[in-house]
């Protein structure tokens, strides 16, 4: 009787800690969320109100009127889009050479792809950008695209996944007379969906995301993506306005949070592969 | 035909990568402004480096701050694998939570703690609920980086926790069993058995999180601008200013080559000892 008493408590405290730390990771989204719904003198009261007391959408009003929105989640949308649809025609085929072919100079080409998973682009953006310039397309999105057509850890993961796929296949398809382009298209890549999806799942949460290399690679605010027009808002009035700043945030977060909700398993399942790596 | 497979590939990592990291060494032996031609220096931006004091905060600045990350990290990444190590379904869901804020961007999580952070924000109005005075947590020089540390803390718990977990499954439960047995309790069992079992995948994340620790830019922007003063100056930060600020190019791809030099190193400690790993299992 005893002994079970103590596993009832020992359960509740379990689940206590456990809840702790989910409140631990949740209460910053949950403050972000209310703070964007509160009216802005009610952020400035003291102490904070836990629940608004007031609602409004204003924050959001006065984001979306302040600028023009659709211009830079465009801008995010196409540049984000255009270098996942070129990792594909990149990454595949040379992950697809890397898996099941020998050839001369495969170690010093392997040897490239490791090279540029170790250099980051916080050092190469100053003589980039040079470059950028001198092709004359800096009032472009291109210097914020081209520079991620090839992805080092998309080549990694695709061609470990080819080459687990059984010979046999590929020569059948030989013998039916499928060109090397077709076997990458029908046998390929739908056995390898899933390294596929997480591929273009990472890019996606990586280019969105994007910071530093628009700011460095853009000076017309045309150009410039969600991200850092988000981070704007903090210099559009005196003092911070949180109910703005927050309705921001919130806007370049609700992408992330509808993509986890739908592929949390799978993009957590990648991101512990590519760190046991 | 694997030629024309991989030249694409190899191509766009030549000319967007190899190319401008080459060239940035190249450029650190010269003076260069957008206006006239390079014009060869030798050493003297190497020089300008050694002697500039705010290059040699910017690097102690960055080693603390990777120091404090690494730490806490690791150990609040350690303490959560082990709380959340059983296979329960409210595991599951605390441990995708925690990982969530792992792939929102930098840029929302700093503008978020920010917010918390500020003089009217939420974390002092909780250190007022237990009597404490508030702190000016971005705003003093001496609270400034430890602020940056705890938001990277935060971020990253999830992803590491995450990582520790897999390889705290590995450990052979008789291990853990038998220790119980012997009457250990959890603090004894913590760093008498889990600690040294998961010491190989430790020593990884210790790298790792130092390498990007190095790289560490956005969180320092948004939240402090390396102030105040200059006690969040960090390695990147400084580069960024030399470059887009200063327009002094030769001694931002000085320091870019001393930070590629510290990162290559790293980098090829990490693949020896994943090398290592690889013949031990």
């Keep these: ?277 | 035909m694997p030629y024309a497979m991989v030249t694409p590939a190899v191509l766009f990592f030549i000319v967007f990568t190899i190319y401008p990291m080459l060239d940035m060494i190249v450029l650190s032996f010269h003076e260069y402004n957008v206006l006239t031609d390079r014009k060869y220096v030798g050493l003297k931006n190497y020089e300008y480096l050694i002697k500039n004091i705010d290059f040699g905060l910017a690097l102690k600045n960055t080693f603390v701050y990777t120091v404090c990350l690494v730490f806490f990290l690791i150990f609040f990444s350690l303490v959560f694998a082990v709380c959340l190590e059983k296979e329960s379904k409210i595991n599951a869901i605390v441990q995708r939570i925690m990982f969530f804020p792992h792939i929102c961007s930098m840029l929302a999580i700093s503008l978020v703690f920010q917010w918390l952070m500020d003089e009217n924000g939420l974390f002092n109005a909780v250190l007022n609920v237990f009597k404490l005075p508030g702190l000016r947590w971005l705003e003093s020089s001496t609270t400034a980086l430890i602020s940056v540390v705890i938001v990277a803390v935060w971020k990253g718990i999830g992803y590491h926790t995450l990582i520790l977990l897999s390889a705290l499954k590995s450990i052979p439960r008789e291990i853990i069993e038998a220790s119980e047995i012997d009457g250990a309790g959890p603090i004894r069992k913590f760093f008498k058995i889990i600690v040294p079992m998961l010491s190989p995948q430790i020593f990884l994340l210790l790298i790792t999180i130092t390498i990007s620790s190095f790289k560490v830019f956005d969180s320092v922007r948004i939240l402090t601008a390396g102030g105040p003063g200059k006690s969040t100056m960090v390695v990147v930060y400084y580069i960024y200013l030399y470059a887009q600020q200063y327009l002094k190019y030769g001694i931002a791809a000085a320091a870019g080559t001393i930070l590629i030099l510290i990162l290559i190193v790293m980098t090829i400690i990490y693949f020896k000892v994943v090398e290592k790993k690889v013949h031990y299992e």
């Design chain 1, 1 to 277: 009787m005893k002994n079970k008493h103590k596993k009832i408590a020992k359960k509740t405290i379990s689940v206590a800690v456990k809840l702790l730390i989910a409140l631990f990771f949740l209460f910053p989204f949950y403050w972000m969320l209310i703070t964007s719904v509160k009216p802005y003198l009610e952020t400035l009261q003291w102490p904070p109100t836990l629940w608004p007391e007031q609602f409004t959408w204003s924050g959001y009003e006065e984001v979306i009127s302040s600028m023009d929105i659709g211009r830079y989640l465009s801008n995010t949308i196409i540049v984000t889009f255009t270098i996942i649809g070129m990792q594909f025609f990149i990454n595949v085929p040379a992950a697809y050479a890397f898996a099941r072919f020998e050839f001369k100079g495969k170690a010093a080409a392997w040897g490239v792809v490791m090279a540029s998973f170790m250099i980051p682009g916080q050092i190469t953006f100053i003589t980039t950008y040079f470059m950028f310039a001198d092709m004359g397309i800096l009032n472009t999105l291109w210097p914020q695209i081209l520079p991620f057509g090839a992805n080092a850890f998309a080549i990694f993961l695709l061609r470990q996944n080819f080459k687990q796929i059984p010979t046999e296949l590929l020569e059948a398809a030989r013998l039916d007379g499928a060109g090397e382009w077709k076997i990458i298209m029908k046998v390929m890549i739908p056995m390898s969906m899933s390294s596929l999806i997480a591929a273009a799942l990472f890019s996606f949460i990586g280019h969105w995301n994007a910071y530093f290399w628009p700011l460095v690679m853009t000076q017309d605010d045309k150009l410039r993506p969600i991200t850092i027009m988000v981070e704007r808002i903090k210099d559009l009035e005196q003092g911070m306005n949180y109910t703005n700043i927050m309705a921001g945030t919130t806007i370049i977060t609700l992408p992330i949070l509808i993509l986890f909700l739908f592929f949390s398993k799978r993009i957590i399942q990648a991101m512990a592969y590519r760190g046991m790596k």
